[in-house]
């Protein structure tokens, strides 16, 4: 399966999953429910982050690029001026470069590294003052969105 088929299939599944949720952990608050479905959403594409020529893979690189130049350079503008551009793009690109490669469906394709994907529901349901419910949620939804990717892909390991 594609990005597409990946994300159309996970976008439809929601709404039954959603209602299995809410039917045993009772209704959450309108900021979870979209957090929550965000985390799902991005969980039902997340795992080919491990494949090279990904569409995940590529928006990460872009997000990469765009958050560790404009990080280094607002770091180091101070004392270089303009020549912090530079050697900030210069850090975000090679940095990048030298991150070390994955196996496509290896650790990232596995329901422990879904579980990992999960936990970092938790802080954001913290720092939004999140009770039991929906921190449950928040964790099930994102759990739910990145296993579903990994079944659809048939490599349902631990
Ligand atoms: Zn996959």
Sequence with gaps: MNFKE???FGFWLFIPIYLIL???IGEVELKFEIIGFLFYLLGTVLPDFDKEDSTIRRAMYLL????????????FVKHLG???W???MGIAYISWKVLPKTKHRGIF???RFSFVYSLLSLPVSIILGGNLNSTLFLFLMAFF???????LDGSLKF
Excluded: C, W
Excluded at 145 to 151: D, E, S, V
């Design 6 to 8: 990946h994300l159309e």
């Design 22 to 24: 809410v039917t045993i």
């Design 64 to 75: 990469y690029l765009g958050s560790v130049s404009s990080i280094s350079h607002s770091f």
């Design 82 to 84: 303009f020549y912090s």
């Design 86 to 88: 530079p050697l900030s």
């Design 109 to 111: 394709h596995s329901i």
């Design 145 to 151: 969105g990145y296993t579903i990717h990994l079944i």
